[in-house]
Protein backbone atom coordinates (compact mmCIF):
# COMPACT_ATOMS: atom_id res chain seq x y z
CA UNK A 1 0.00 0.00 0.00
CA UNK A 2 1.06 3.85 -1.02
CA UNK A 3 1.84 5.95 1.20
CA UNK A 4 -1.18 7.34 3.67
CA UNK A 5 -2.02 3.85 4.06
CA UNK A 6 -3.34 2.41 7.12
CA UNK A 7 -0.53 1.11 9.28
CA UNK A 8 -1.05 -1.26 12.76
CA UNK A 9 0.09 0.22 16.08
CA UNK A 10 1.80 -2.58 18.62
CA UNK A 11 -1.45 -3.90 20.61
CA UNK A 12 0.59 -3.35 24.01
CA UNK A 13 -0.05 0.42 23.57
CA UNK A 14 -3.87 0.47 24.63
CA UNK A 15 -4.55 4.31 24.23
CA UNK A 16 -2.87 4.27 20.76
CA UNK A 17 -5.40 4.62 17.60
CA UNK A 18 -5.69 1.38 15.89
CA UNK A 19 -4.32 3.17 12.72
CA UNK A 20 -1.88 6.02 11.72
CA UNK A 21 -2.26 8.59 9.22
CA UNK A 22 1.24 8.37 7.39
CA UNK A 23 1.32 12.35 5.32
CA UNK A 24 2.54 12.20 1.62
CA UNK A 25 5.70 13.99 1.31
CA UNK A 26 5.19 17.61 0.72
CA UNK A 27 8.41 18.77 -1.11
CA UNK A 28 8.98 18.87 -4.22
CA UNK A 29 9.46 15.52 -5.56
CA UNK A 30 12.42 14.12 -6.57
CA UNK A 31 11.28 13.69 -10.19
CA UNK A 32 9.54 15.04 -12.83
CA UNK A 33 6.53 14.83 -15.05
CA UNK A 34 8.76 13.51 -17.45
CA UNK A 35 10.31 11.18 -16.14
CA UNK A 36 6.81 10.04 -15.28
CA UNK A 37 5.62 9.84 -18.67
CA UNK A 38 8.12 7.53 -19.73
CA UNK A 39 7.44 4.87 -17.46
CA UNK A 40 4.55 4.59 -19.13
CA UNK A 41 4.28 2.61 -21.80
CA UNK A 42 3.32 4.75 -24.95
CA UNK A 43 0.20 2.57 -26.00
CA UNK A 44 -1.35 4.14 -23.08
CA UNK A 45 -2.30 7.31 -24.00
CA UNK A 46 -3.39 6.41 -27.88
CA UNK A 47 -7.64 6.44 -27.23
CA UNK A 48 -10.08 4.40 -29.69
CA UNK A 49 -12.87 5.38 -31.12
CA UNK A 50 -14.47 2.22 -31.28
CA UNK A 51 -13.48 0.63 -27.87
CA UNK A 52 -14.42 4.05 -26.24
CA UNK A 53 -18.04 3.69 -27.79
CA UNK A 54 -18.29 -0.07 -27.15
CA UNK A 55 -17.85 1.30 -23.17
CA UNK A 56 -20.78 3.77 -23.95
CA UNK A 57 -23.01 0.85 -25.31
CA UNK A 58 -22.37 -1.70 -22.86
CA UNK A 59 -23.34 0.64 -20.24
CA UNK A 60 -26.33 1.72 -22.28
CA UNK A 61 -27.69 -1.62 -22.52
CA UNK A 62 -27.58 -2.54 -18.74
CA UNK A 63 -29.30 0.28 -17.93
CA UNK A 64 -31.89 -0.48 -20.89
CA UNK A 65 -32.46 -4.10 -19.74
CA UNK A 66 -32.53 -2.35 -15.96
CA UNK A 67 -35.39 -0.02 -17.28
CA UNK A 68 -37.16 -2.77 -19.15
CA UNK A 69 -37.42 -4.93 -16.15
CA UNK A 70 -38.31 -2.06 -13.71
CA UNK A 71 -41.44 -0.66 -16.05
CA UNK A 72 -42.96 -3.93 -17.01
CA UNK A 73 -42.33 -6.02 -14.12
CA UNK A 74 -42.12 -4.27 -10.57
CA UNK A 75 -45.67 -2.79 -10.97
CA UNK A 76 -46.33 -6.20 -11.08
CA UNK A 77 -45.53 -7.13 -7.39
CA UNK A 78 -47.59 -6.84 -4.35
CA UNK A 79 -47.08 -3.29 -2.48
CA UNK A 80 -44.66 -3.43 0.16
CA UNK A 81 -42.30 -5.67 -2.25
CA UNK A 82 -42.55 -2.98 -4.80
CA UNK A 83 -40.97 -0.42 -2.82
CA UNK A 84 -38.14 -2.35 -2.15
CA UNK A 85 -37.83 -3.69 -6.09
CA UNK A 86 -37.83 0.49 -6.90
CA UNK A 87 -35.51 0.61 -4.62
CA UNK A 88 -33.14 -1.36 -5.78
CA UNK A 89 -33.71 -0.49 -9.18
CA UNK A 90 -32.73 2.42 -8.49
CA UNK A 91 -29.21 1.95 -6.76
CA UNK A 92 -28.36 -0.18 -9.34
CA UNK A 93 -29.64 1.60 -12.05
CA UNK A 94 -27.25 4.75 -10.23
CA UNK A 95 -24.38 2.73 -10.51
CA UNK A 96 -24.87 2.03 -14.20
CA UNK A 97 -25.74 5.58 -14.82
CA UNK A 98 -22.81 7.11 -12.77
CA UNK A 99 -20.42 4.67 -15.17
CA UNK A 100 -22.02 6.94 -18.05
CA UNK A 101 -21.35 9.88 -16.29
CA UNK A 102 -17.55 8.92 -16.04
CA UNK A 103 -17.83 8.61 -19.52
CA UNK A 104 -18.76 11.67 -20.27
CA UNK A 105 -16.29 12.96 -17.79
CA UNK A 106 -13.75 11.61 -19.94
CA UNK A 107 -14.93 13.53 -23.27
CA UNK A 108 -14.67 16.75 -20.88
CA UNK A 109 -10.98 15.98 -20.94
CA UNK A 110 -10.57 15.12 -24.94
CA UNK A 111 -9.79 11.23 -23.24
CA UNK A 112 -12.70 9.42 -25.49
CA UNK A 113 -11.23 10.16 -29.10
CA UNK A 114 -8.53 11.85 -30.98
CA UNK A 115 -11.37 14.92 -31.99
CA UNK A 116 -12.65 16.93 -29.95
CA UNK A 117 -15.87 17.70 -31.85
CA UNK A 118 -16.46 14.48 -31.34
CA UNK A 119 -16.05 14.18 -27.36
CA UNK A 120 -17.99 17.29 -27.42
CA UNK A 121 -20.92 15.89 -28.79
CA UNK A 122 -21.43 12.35 -26.61
CA UNK A 123 -20.26 14.44 -23.79
CA UNK A 124 -22.83 16.72 -24.30
CA UNK A 125 -25.50 14.14 -24.82
CA UNK A 126 -24.50 11.97 -22.10
CA UNK A 127 -24.00 14.60 -19.40
CA UNK A 128 -27.47 16.63 -20.50
CA UNK A 129 -29.29 13.19 -19.91
CA UNK A 130 -28.21 13.27 -16.44
CA UNK A 131 -28.49 16.93 -15.78
CA UNK A 132 -25.22 17.68 -15.40
CA UNK A 133 -24.30 21.44 -17.87
CA UNK A 134 -21.43 19.40 -20.20
CA UNK A 135 -19.46 22.94 -20.88
CA UNK A 136 -19.99 25.02 -17.88
CA UNK A 137 -19.06 21.43 -15.71
CA UNK A 138 -16.03 20.94 -18.24
CA UNK A 139 -14.72 24.39 -18.03
CA UNK A 140 -14.60 24.69 -14.07
CA UNK A 141 -13.44 21.19 -13.78
CA UNK A 142 -10.45 22.19 -16.13
CA UNK A 143 -9.54 24.62 -13.85
CA UNK A 144 -9.84 22.20 -10.50
CA UNK A 145 -7.19 20.25 -12.53
CA UNK A 146 -5.24 23.07 -13.63
CA UNK A 147 -5.17 24.12 -9.43
CA UNK A 148 -5.30 20.78 -7.51
CA UNK A 149 -4.18 21.47 -4.28
CA UNK A 150 -4.19 24.98 -4.03
CA UNK A 151 -5.89 27.00 -1.34
CA UNK A 152 -6.80 29.92 -3.49
CA UNK A 153 -7.71 28.63 -6.93
CA UNK A 154 -8.40 24.72 -6.87
CA UNK A 155 -12.62 24.91 -7.86
CA UNK A 156 -13.95 22.07 -5.62
CA UNK A 157 -13.73 21.18 -2.07
CA UNK A 158 -11.54 23.50 -1.27
CA UNK A 159 -10.82 23.34 2.43
CA UNK A 160 -11.49 25.90 5.10
CA UNK A 161 -8.99 27.80 7.21
CA UNK A 162 -9.94 27.65 10.75
CA UNK A 163 -10.84 31.22 10.78
CA UNK A 164 -13.16 30.46 8.08
CA UNK A 165 -15.25 27.39 9.77
CA UNK A 166 -18.38 28.55 10.69
CA UNK A 167 -19.79 28.82 13.94
CA UNK A 168 -21.68 25.67 13.74
CA UNK A 169 -19.19 23.65 12.83
CA UNK A 170 -18.86 22.57 16.52
CA UNK A 171 -22.26 21.56 17.14
CA UNK A 172 -22.24 19.25 14.38
CA UNK A 173 -18.64 17.81 15.11
CA UNK A 174 -20.70 14.64 16.34
CA UNK A 175 -22.31 11.32 14.80
CA UNK A 176 -25.52 12.64 14.72
CA UNK A 177 -24.05 15.63 12.81
CA UNK A 178 -21.95 14.43 10.57
CA UNK A 179 -24.55 11.54 9.27
CA UNK A 180 -26.52 14.66 8.98
CA UNK A 181 -23.72 16.50 7.58
CA UNK A 182 -23.55 14.08 4.68
CA UNK A 183 -26.74 12.85 3.87
CA UNK A 184 -27.08 16.70 2.85
CA UNK A 185 -23.59 16.66 1.04
CA UNK A 186 -24.66 13.22 -0.85
CA UNK A 187 -28.14 14.44 -1.73
CA UNK A 188 -27.88 18.18 -2.20
CA UNK A 189 -24.04 18.70 -2.50
CA UNK A 190 -23.99 18.23 -6.35
CA UNK A 191 -27.03 20.79 -7.62
CA UNK A 192 -25.72 23.63 -4.55
CA UNK A 193 -22.68 23.51 -5.80
CA UNK A 194 -23.25 23.76 -9.57
CA UNK A 195 -25.99 26.94 -8.59
CA UNK A 196 -24.30 28.79 -5.80
CA UNK A 197 -20.98 27.05 -5.89
CA UNK A 198 -21.15 25.57 -2.47
CA UNK A 199 -17.98 23.85 -1.78
CA UNK A 200 -16.22 25.56 -4.09
CA UNK A 201 -13.58 28.06 -4.95
CA UNK A 202 -14.83 31.74 -3.26
CA UNK A 203 -15.06 34.63 -6.44
CA UNK A 204 -15.73 37.75 -6.20
CA UNK A 205 -19.16 37.57 -7.24
CA UNK A 206 -21.77 35.15 -7.84
CA UNK A 207 -20.76 32.39 -9.45
CA UNK A 208 -23.49 29.69 -11.05
CA UNK A 209 -22.53 26.91 -13.42
CA UNK A 210 -25.66 27.98 -15.18
CA UNK A 211 -25.00 31.66 -15.87
CA UNK A 212 -22.71 32.24 -19.06
CA UNK A 213 -21.62 35.42 -17.39
CA UNK A 214 -20.05 33.52 -14.21
CA UNK A 215 -16.77 34.56 -12.76
CA UNK A 216 -16.06 31.01 -13.55
CA UNK A 217 -15.55 31.57 -17.08
CA UNK A 218 -13.94 33.31 -19.66
CA UNK A 219 -15.15 35.12 -22.26
CA UNK A 220 -14.74 32.87 -25.19
CA UNK A 221 -16.29 29.83 -23.24
CA UNK A 222 -19.55 31.84 -22.35
CA UNK A 223 -21.17 31.05 -25.82
CA UNK A 224 -20.93 27.15 -24.99
CA UNK A 225 -22.47 27.99 -21.23
CA UNK A 226 -25.42 28.69 -23.55
CA UNK A 227 -25.71 25.28 -25.31
CA UNK A 228 -25.11 23.12 -22.27
CA UNK A 229 -28.26 25.30 -20.55
CA UNK A 230 -29.83 24.50 -23.73
CA UNK A 231 -28.97 20.71 -23.19
CA UNK A 232 -30.37 20.85 -19.56
CA UNK A 233 -33.57 22.55 -20.81
CA UNK A 234 -34.17 20.03 -23.82
CA UNK A 235 -34.15 17.32 -21.01
CA UNK A 236 -35.73 18.93 -18.28
CA UNK A 237 -38.78 19.31 -21.19
CA UNK A 238 -38.24 15.98 -21.87
CA UNK A 239 -39.15 14.99 -18.27
CA UNK A 240 -41.97 17.33 -17.95
CA UNK A 241 -43.55 15.74 -21.01
CA UNK A 242 -43.07 12.18 -19.32
CA UNK A 243 -44.48 13.25 -16.23
CA UNK A 244 -47.82 14.55 -18.02
CA UNK A 245 -48.44 11.25 -20.11
CA UNK A 246 -46.73 8.97 -17.31
CA UNK A 247 -47.47 10.54 -13.92
CA UNK A 248 -44.98 12.35 -11.62
CA UNK A 249 -44.29 9.24 -9.41
CA UNK A 250 -43.20 7.31 -12.23
CA UNK A 251 -40.72 9.61 -13.70
CA UNK A 252 -39.29 9.79 -9.87
CA UNK A 253 -39.73 6.30 -9.47
CA UNK A 254 -37.56 5.82 -13.19
CA UNK A 255 -35.50 8.65 -13.48
CA UNK A 256 -35.46 10.35 -10.21
CA UNK A 257 -34.47 7.62 -8.17
CA UNK A 258 -31.15 6.58 -10.34
CA UNK A 259 -30.40 10.04 -10.40
CA UNK A 260 -29.90 10.71 -6.74
CA UNK A 261 -27.80 7.64 -6.66
CA UNK A 262 -25.73 9.43 -9.39
CA UNK A 263 -25.71 12.31 -7.91
CA UNK A 264 -24.41 10.92 -4.60
CA UNK A 265 -21.83 9.14 -6.04
CA UNK A 266 -20.54 11.76 -7.65
CA UNK A 267 -20.03 13.83 -4.48
CA UNK A 268 -18.53 10.72 -2.93
CA UNK A 269 -15.95 9.93 -5.35
CA UNK A 270 -14.86 13.57 -5.16
CA UNK A 271 -14.99 14.17 -2.04
CA UNK A 272 -13.08 11.24 -0.87
CA UNK A 273 -9.88 11.55 -4.22
CA UNK A 274 -9.21 14.96 -2.12
CA UNK A 275 -9.94 14.44 1.14
CA UNK A 276 -7.72 12.70 3.54
CA UNK A 277 -5.59 13.17 6.73
CA UNK A 278 -2.57 12.67 4.91
CA UNK A 279 -3.22 14.72 1.62
CA UNK A 280 -1.59 18.93 1.98
CA UNK A 281 -2.81 21.43 0.54
CA UNK A 282 -1.10 24.74 -0.61
CA UNK A 283 -0.83 28.30 -0.40
CA UNK A 284 0.49 30.28 -3.26
CA UNK A 285 4.06 30.42 -1.76
CA UNK A 286 4.34 27.36 -1.87
CA UNK A 287 1.63 25.32 -4.80
CA UNK A 288 3.26 24.20 -8.13
CA UNK A 289 1.29 22.08 -10.18
CA UNK A 290 3.21 18.55 -9.64
CA UNK A 291 2.44 18.86 -6.08
CA UNK A 292 -0.83 19.76 -6.37
CA UNK A 293 -1.91 17.00 -8.54
CA UNK A 294 -0.77 14.52 -6.22
CA UNK A 295 -2.27 15.80 -3.72
CA UNK A 296 -5.05 13.33 -4.28
CA UNK A 297 -5.90 9.85 -3.52
CA UNK A 298 -6.74 6.20 -4.76
CA UNK A 299 -9.91 4.82 -3.12
CA UNK A 300 -10.97 1.35 -3.52
CA UNK A 301 -15.01 0.43 -4.15
CA UNK A 302 -14.63 -3.55 -4.60
CA UNK A 303 -16.38 -4.75 -7.46
CA UNK A 304 -17.71 -0.92 -8.41
CA UNK A 305 -13.70 0.20 -9.34
CA UNK A 306 -15.18 -1.82 -12.73
CA UNK A 307 -18.77 -0.40 -12.99
CA UNK A 308 -17.25 3.19 -12.66
CA UNK A 309 -14.79 2.46 -15.03
CA UNK A 310 -11.71 2.73 -12.52
CA UNK A 311 -12.30 6.50 -11.92
CA UNK A 312 -11.63 5.58 -8.24
CA UNK A 313 -8.68 3.64 -7.87
CA UNK A 314 -6.47 5.35 -10.84
CA UNK A 315 -7.21 9.08 -10.03
CA UNK A 316 -3.56 10.02 -8.99
CA UNK A 317 -2.49 9.08 -12.53
CA UNK A 318 -6.00 10.49 -14.19
CA UNK A 319 -4.66 13.59 -12.21
CA UNK A 320 -0.98 13.38 -13.81
CA UNK A 321 -2.50 12.69 -17.55
CA UNK A 322 -5.92 13.52 -17.82
CA UNK A 323 -6.16 12.94 -21.69
CA UNK A 324 -5.57 9.18 -20.82
CA UNK A 325 -8.13 6.94 -21.52
CA UNK A 326 -9.63 5.12 -18.86
CA UNK A 327 -9.01 2.11 -20.42
CA UNK A 328 -5.49 2.50 -19.49
CA UNK A 329 -5.25 4.01 -16.22
CA UNK A 330 -4.81 0.61 -14.74
CA UNK A 331 -1.46 -0.26 -16.47
CA UNK A 332 -0.33 3.66 -16.08
CA UNK A 333 -1.12 3.62 -12.22
CA UNK A 334 1.11 0.22 -11.82
CA UNK A 335 3.95 1.76 -13.87
CA UNK A 336 4.12 4.67 -11.99
CA UNK A 337 4.08 3.31 -8.39
CA UNK A 338 7.58 2.83 -8.38
CA UNK A 339 8.45 6.04 -9.78
CA UNK A 340 6.11 7.87 -7.17
CA UNK A 341 7.07 6.15 -4.26
CA UNK A 342 5.94 7.68 -1.46
CA UNK A 343 4.36 10.53 -3.33
CA UNK A 344 1.84 7.66 -4.60
CA UNK A 345 -1.38 7.85 -2.06
CA UNK A 346 -3.79 4.62 -1.81
CA UNK A 347 -6.17 3.83 1.09
CA UNK A 348 -8.01 0.83 0.94
CA UNK A 349 -10.04 1.73 4.16
CA UNK A 350 -13.88 0.60 3.08
CA UNK A 351 -15.69 3.44 2.05
CA UNK A 352 -18.56 3.89 4.45
CA UNK A 353 -15.57 3.53 7.29
CA UNK A 354 -13.71 6.57 4.79
CA UNK A 355 -16.07 8.98 4.82
CA UNK A 356 -17.29 9.19 8.53
CA UNK A 357 -13.43 9.26 9.10
CA UNK A 358 -12.56 11.91 6.33
CA UNK A 359 -16.06 13.90 7.76
CA UNK A 360 -14.93 13.58 11.42
CA UNK A 361 -11.07 14.08 10.68
CA UNK A 362 -11.00 16.88 8.08
CA UNK A 363 -12.67 20.18 8.95
CA UNK A 364 -10.31 22.72 8.21
CA UNK A 365 -6.54 23.08 7.23
CA UNK A 366 -3.24 24.53 9.07
CA UNK A 367 0.22 25.45 8.60
CA UNK A 368 2.47 22.99 9.41
CA UNK A 369 4.14 23.08 12.34
CA UNK A 370 7.66 23.78 10.65
CA UNK A 371 8.70 27.04 10.24
CA UNK A 372 10.14 26.09 6.36
CA UNK A 373 7.26 24.87 5.60
CA UNK A 374 4.37 27.59 7.04
CA UNK A 375 2.54 27.43 2.78
CA UNK A 376 1.93 23.70 4.01
CA UNK A 377 -1.38 23.27 4.98
CA UNK A 378 -2.75 20.11 6.95
CA UNK A 379 -6.38 18.61 7.68
CA UNK A 380 -7.26 18.87 11.29
CA UNK A 381 -10.28 19.01 13.76
CA UNK A 382 -9.89 20.36 16.78
CA UNK A 383 -12.19 23.19 17.15
Not at 51 to 79: E, G, K, M
Not at 111 to 119: E, G
Not at 304 to 314: E, K, M, P, S, V
Not at 362 to 383: A, M, Q, R, S, T
Request: net charge positive; glycine share 6%.
Amino acid sequence: MGAGGRMSVPPADKKAKSDVIQRVPHAKPPFTLGEIKKAIPPHCFKRSIPRSFSYVVYDLIIASLFYYVATNYIHQLPQPLSYLAWTLYGICQGCILTGVWVLAHECGHHAFSDYQWLDDTVGLILHSFLLVPYFSWKYSHRRHHSNTGSLERDEVFVPKVKSGVSWTAKYMNNPPGRVITLIVQLTLGWPLYLMFNVSGRPYDRFACHFDPKSPIYSDRERAQIFISDAGILAVLYGLYRMSVAKGLAWVLCVYGGPLLVVNGFLVLITFLQHTHPALPHYDSSEWDWLRGALATVDRDYGILNTIFHNITDTHVAHHLFSTMPHYHAMEATKAIKPILGKYYQLDETPVFKAMFREVKECIYVEPDEGEENKGVFWYNNKL
